[in-house]
């Protein structure tokens, strides 16, 4: 069975740092990229942050880029999404999820096939 655990939420304080972890498993690591999303509460789903798992290339959402950063171990089959100067926005379960190579990088929902369960950041102002 694949299985994404996400991990590293918590509370912060704004401004503050936070690093999650998206662990895959029971999937070829190399065809996929690997999609981190958000759900704020009364909010609809958003992409944050994705990255190809075969050659590093990674795409941000306008929101977040220059704060937060997406990295890949392949050795040990796992995502990080280094969140810095978190803002009370950013507060949300964040999901990771795997979508196929072959469809690129974005936040198609539709085209990922694996989610991991949410793990929740809580901002404080």
């Known amino acids: 069975d694949v299985q994404l655990q996400a991990s590293g939420g918590g509370l912060v304080q704004a401004g503050g740092s936070l690093r999650l972890s998206c662990a895959a498993s029971g999937l070829t690591f190399d065809n996929y990229a690997i999609g981190w999303f958000r759900q704020a509460p009364g909010k609809e789903r958003e992409g944050v942050s994705c990255?190809?798992?075969?050659?590093?290339?990674?795409y941000y959402a306008d929101s977040v880029k220059g704060r937060f950063t997406i990295s890949s171990d392949n050795a040990k089959n796992t995502v990080y999404l280094q969140m810095n100067s978190l803002k009370p926005e950013d507060t949300a379960f964040y999901y990771c999820?795997?979508?196929?190579?072959?469809?690129?990088?974005?936040?198609?929902?539709?085209?990922?096939?694996?989610w991991g369960q949410g793990t929740l950041v809580t901002v404080s102002s």
């Open positions: 999820a795997a979508v196929r190579l072959h469809y690129g990088l974005g936040f198609s929902e539709t085209l990922y096939d694996y």
């Open positions: 990255i190809s798992s075969r050659d590093g290339s990674t």
